[in-house]
């Protein structure tokens, strides 16, 4: 309430801003309890891993890429994309993105929890801390449990850790489809599937904008590369958890660190007490 009153004294306007900083203020001080900066600088650290590694990443998906490709070429699929708004498409990759964000979060608590209780295979201390400061401790023997900042932390940092791999991914089908579709699919045939009849300006089909900028793809390629891409990053999401092959390329990885991490905190906290 502070800074709207310093700059506008007391008036109407500074006493409407005021809620809307008190809760910007109080997130912030909630970000920084829970470490939000490590995180997210840690969090730019993979990503530019993960960016390099993005070839790599395509090429270990090229199986379930294929079954998405089947799914760009249905024209009920074509005509929905092109009686779709671009504001309506973002509510429904906002939705899609909320769906697999809650998956994530439940899988990863899962995961979380079942390190804890031994019930995962990365459970010998000794191993898990080899290549670290801590090497050569004794394992504790007794894990105290997370409190509810480090399981938000824990959480937040292997939702962060998979979200990235899930964009990246999802960015990369972009441009495949937004590509294929631009060889693959003349004119008139995306005329034909979209069933356009008119456009705003010029003849169908109709020109593509991407944030206001026009470019030179049909404006139905990109709805139509967008959905499918989004679509294949919520398969890629679910995949990556449940599937045996994809759990052992993307998400084991991650459970891997967490456990290392967990690992370290409970020599960690036992070295104290002693």
Known sequence: MVMPITVSGWTAEAAAEAPAFIAITLLAIWLTYLGFGAIAAWAFRFAWVQLGALGTLMSRALPL????????????????????????????????????????????????????????????????????????????????????????????????????????????????????????????????????????????????????????????????????GVLSGLYFTVSTSVDPLYRQRFFDPLIADVAVSLAGRDVYLALERT
Do not use: K
């Open 65 to 228: 890429l294929m079954l998405t490709v089947v799914v760009y070429f249905t024209g009920e699929l074509w005509q929905l994309a092109a009686r779709m708004t671009r504001q309506r498409l973002w509510e429904v990759i906002g939705f899609l993105a909320l769906v697999a964000l809650a998956f994530m979060v439940t899988t990863i608590r899962d995961e979380v929890r079942a390190l804890r209780e031994d019930r995962a295979e990365q459970t010998d201390t000794a191993q898990l801390l080899a290549d670290t400061p801590l090497s050569g401790h004794p394992d504790p023997g007794v894990r105290l449990p997370l409190s509810r900042g480090e399981q938000v932390n824990v959480v937040a940092v292997m939702v962060v850790s998979q979200a990235i791999q899930v964009v990246f991914f999802t960015a990369g089908l972009f441009l495949f489809y937004l590509a294929l579709g631009t060889i693959a699919i003349p004119d008139e045939v995306a005329v034909l599937w979209s069933a356009e009849e008119y456009c705003a300006v010029g003849e169908p089909p109709c020109a593509g904008t991407w944030f206001g900028v026009h470019v030179p793809v049909p404006q139905t390629v990109v709805h139509m590369s967008l959905l499918v």
